[in-house]
């Protein structure tokens, strides 16, 4: 576990920490009014995503892992080729749909448009395989070339173009799949076009459901920002910020997790009866607490330096923002603990209810006009979230979740 953690640093934080001081470059260059449009243009793209990953992201490690040589290959292909095709079909719904239905002169609808290229260029780009087969000095060159390929791109851009920045946003992945199949293909394992839909449906029969329930949750942090920039465009940019920079440091937590997956899969036929234990949840939320109370002490001091004076006025919504990362740490922790342990019957469970709780949380203030309410709200429905995945992860494994583990390995 030591060697992972240290090149996960290696592999994928430090590249991560380069991509976000480029959002934070971002930020201050655009002020908080305008980044709150980036920022809503990007959770929508990211809401696009769901609709081409469809939970495929640790289904698809945990089945490479569980499997060498030719069937890796084969399956590696059929789930490479499932993306490809969904890219491109959920690419031209979302250009159909801003062409047709939106005004594009202004607003977040041209920078969505931008953005776009993003699905089908992360589609291309199979990190999900190098860590399945533990080449993480492959995927660390794969992610430095995206990172750097995004921060050359936007310090090429002039200042006042947002919908180029969008664009560099949209294009950043493209470097990285390149770099990433060259590695596919030294090992002998570059993929190859499967279209077999009996292969496809089997794919997305184990991933869809839990993922397709989770469609709710997925739509919070969009709806949360659009309705935030529609009545105060500056404290959303604040918001936005404060997630971004907890998405940044959960997505460490859960590249780290996914990286662990084969030795957690493999060590799951050993001691299925492991749970999460409170230590580890304490484990996961105690530094961002601690690092939360830090960001505060030190918000008034170097906020105007870090992103400008627009942002230092809302040092509150900026902390909001971040306080999620409390949250979404245990939450990761539960979340790769039933993809480990082929819980997915709790996990679909869980992908129903949170993101109810979530949205439940989010429409109970769709009419309320002071800018806190919308982050408060978010805040609430992913703590209530959390405790029910805690709750369901300790629970004993069902006999139908046991009998399934099998399946992964022989029914293709």
Same mark, same amino acid.
């Given at each position: 576990m030591r060697r992972t953690a240290v090149m996960t640093l290696l592999a994928d934080w430090l590249p991560k920490l380069v991509s976000f001081a480029t959002v934070v470059l971002l930020a201050r260059r655009l002020g908080a009014p305008e980044f709150a449009e980036y920022a809503v243009a990007l959770s929508w793209i990211g809401y696009a995503w769901w609709g081409v990953d469809l939970g495929q992201a640790g289904y698809s490690i945990r089945t490479l892992a569980a499997t060498t040589g030719d069937q890796q290959r084969r399956l590696g292909s059929e789930i490479f080729s499932l993306y490809l095709a969904l890219s491109l079909l959920v690419t031209a719904t979302v250009a159909g749909v801003l062409l047709t239905a939106t005004d594009l002169s202004s607003g977040s609808g041209r920078l969505v448009l931008a953005m776009s290229p993003y699905l089908l260029c992360y589609a291309l780009f199979p990190d999900w395989w190098l860590r399945a087969r533990g080449q993480l000095w492959a995927l660390g060159v794969a992610n430095w070339a995206v990172a750097a390929g995004f921060l050359v791109a936007v310090l090429a851009v002039p200042a006042g173009r947002s919908d180029?920045?969008?664009?560099?946003f949209g294009l950043s992945p493209l470097l990285g799949a390149v770099v990433a199949l060259v590695a596919l293909q030294r090992a002998g394992c570059l993929p190859a076009w499967e279209g077999s839909w009996s292969a496809w449906r089997y794919h997305l029969r184990t991933s869809l459901l839990f993922s397709a329930s989770g469609a709710g949750g997925q739509l919070a942090t969009p709806l949360a920002l659009a309705t935030m920039t529609a009545a105060n465009p500056a404290a959303a940019g604040a918001f936005a910020l404060g997630l971004r920079a907890s998405g &940044?440091?959960?997505?460490?937590? +859960?590249?780290?997790?996914?990286?662990?997956?084969?030795?957690?899969?493999?060590?799951?036929?050993?001691?299925?009866?492991?749970?999460?234990?409170?230590?580890?949840?304490?484990? &996961?939320?105690?530094?961002?607490?601690?690092?939360?109370?830090?960001?505060?002490?030190? +918000?008034?001091?170097?906020?105007? &330096?870090?992103?400008?004076?627009?942002f230092s006025g809302h040092g509150g919504y900026v902390l909001l923002g971040a306080a999620l990362l409390v949250v979404w740490g245990p939450k990761y922790l539960v979340e790769i603990e039933l993809i480990a342990s082929f819980g997915d019957v709790r996990r679909i469970l869980m992908n129903l209810v949170a993101p109810a709780l979530v949205l439940a949380?989010?429409?109970?203030?769709?009419?309320?006009?002071?800018? +806190? &309410?919308?982050?408060?709200?978010l805040l609430t429905g992913e703590v209530l979230a959390t405790a029910l995945g805690l709750v369901l992860v300790n629970r004993s494994t069902s006999a139908g979740e046991r009998s399934s583990q099998p399946a992964v390995k022989t029914s293709l």
């Open positions: 180029l920045d969008a664009l560099a &940044a440091a959960a997505n460490a937590l +859960w590249l780290l997790l996914h990286n662990a997956l084969p030795r957690l899969v493999a060590r799951r036929r050993e001691d299925e009866g492991r749970r999460v234990q409170g230590r580890y949840v304490l484990a &996961a939320g105690l530094p961002p607490l601690s690092g939360l109370l830090v960001g505060a002490a030190l +918000w008034p001091h170097v906020s105007t &330096a870090l992103v400008g004076a627009t949380a989010l429409v109970g203030r769709l009419t309320d006009q002071r800018p +806190w &309410a919308m982050p408060a709200a």
